[in-house]
Nanobody, 123 residues
Framework: QVQLVESGGGLVQAGGSLRLSCVASGKIFNINDMGWYRQAPGKQRELVATVTRGGGTNYADSVKGRFTISRDNAKNTVFLQMNTLKSEDTAAYYC?????????????????WGQGTQVTVSS
């Protein structure tokens, strides 16, 4: 069974920093894109940043220049370094990964989500 587990959320003052981590575990054959999404109360879940297996990145305009996504393929881990945090960054942050598993000699790919980690930025 594959699962994603996030860590690193918490309460921080505006202008501060946090680093989120997400580890994928289970019978994993390969992981393609990994990313972070967030959902604030009363709002839809939105993309924060994604990273390809080769290291290509994509960011939401609202976090460009402040957030950095990276990954460690050997450890099936994705990180989100968040600097210069603002009150509008307050949300539950979810890790996402496109994970391939090998079942009966066939490769299956599914989208997996973590349980979420809360980030609260006080102004």
């Amino acid at each position: 069974q594959v699962q994603l587990v996030e860590s690193g959320g918490g309460l921080v003052q505006a202008g501060g920093s946090l680093r989120l981590s997400c580890v994928a575990s289970g019978k994993i054959f390969n992981i393609n894109d990994m990313g972070w999404y967030r959902q604030a109360p009363g709002k839809q879940r939105e993309l924060v940043a994604t990273v390809t297996r080769g290291g290509g990145t994509n960011y939401a305009d609202s976090v460009k220049g402040r957030f950095t996504i990276s990954r460690d393929n050997a450890k099936n881990t994705v990180f989100l370094q968040m600097n210069t945090l603002k009150s509008e960054d307050t949300a539950a942050y979810y890790c996402n990964a496109q994970i391939q598993t090998l079942q009966l000699d066939q490769i299956h790919e599914f989208d997996y989500w973590g349980q979420g980690t809360q980030v609260t930025v006080s102004s």
